[in-house]
């Protein structure tokens, strides 16, 4: 790609997204608009590429894009500020974790009740999500 080339639809391709993301992550500020010429296109700095493949990454991990757009506003910042931040998100998914995990296992419970419990007239997971004793209050 040539210095200067880089189009929307270009940035666009060039990093796995489409062009409504882009312009999604420039109505959020996550990204800059270029401005517009008076003929052509607008065209984006060769580091917008960069931004976007942090954009991406950070969402690989778990960061909602208002957590991004804090973290990019650390950029100049402390390491210690985004190192708490990381730490945040990993008592999240720590925390999401424990609750899939307890998903998981009562799934399994159910799936051995419904496996072993074959005199039951109707099915033991059916007859168990329609308790209502089992409930708890919201």
């Not at 493949?53 to 757009?69: C, H, V």
Request: proline share 3%; glycine share 6%; net charge negative.
């Amino acid at each position: 790609m040539t210095k200067g080339s880089l189009t929307i639809g270009r940035l666009a391709q060039s990093c796995e997204v489409s062009v409504e993301t882009v312009r999604y992550y420039q109505r959020l500020g996550l990204i800059e608009e270029p401005a517009k010429p008076s003929e052509g296109f607008r065209v984006y700095p060769d580091d917008t590429i960069s931004r976007l493949a942090f954009i991406k990454r950070a969402q690989q991990l778990g960061f909602t894009l208002s957590e991004i757009t804090e973290l990019l506003e650390m950029e100049q910042g402390s390491c210690e500020d985004v190192r708490s931040r990381a730490e945040q998100k990993r008592a999240q998914v720590n925390a999401h974790i424990r609750d899939l995990t307890a998903l998981r296992d009562t799934l399994d419970g159910l799936i051995d009740r419904c496996n072993t419990d074959t005199a039951a007239k109707g099915c033991p997971i059916i007859e168990s999500l329609t308790q209502t004793d089992n409930m708890q209050e919201s």
